[in-house]
């Protein structure tokens, strides 16, 4: 198979097309805080699932971008960074 620019994006090291795969542990725990911090909308405990939510959802955009099968999901890494911290940024 040749390597071309488009194989370096969409294709992991097996040959397989990889856009989207089953989420793992940083992104499940981003989920259900989130979903709770919608819930508990007031108090320490809404503070601290908004902390857990955003750390567990850097660790997964780092995790991507350093260690993303693809260039495709390193690229989703890093736009998840940038938008986390711009997030952040602008409800400070």
């Given amino acids: ?4 620019l488009v194989d370096k ?10 856009i989207a795969q089953m ?12 979903i709770l911090s919608l ?3 007031t108090g ?3 503070t601290v699932l ?4 955003n750390g567990s959802l850097f660790t997964w ?6 260690q993303g099968v693809n260039y495709f999901r390193r690229a989703l890494g890093f736009a998840v960074l940038i938008g986390i911290i711009a997030f952040n940024i602008q409800h400070q």
């Fill in 23 to 34: 989420p793992n542990l940083p992104l499940i725990v981003w989920f259900v805080t989130t």
């Fill in 1 to 4: 198979m040749e390597n071309t």
């Fill in 61 to 66: 955009a780092w995790l991507e971008l350093f």
């Fill in 50 to 53: 908004n902390v857990v939510a």
């Fill in 39 to 41: 819930i508990l909308m």
């Fill in 44 to 46: 320490t405990i809404n």
């Fill in 9 to 18: 994006t969409f294709r992991d090291s097996n040959g397989n097309v990889v």
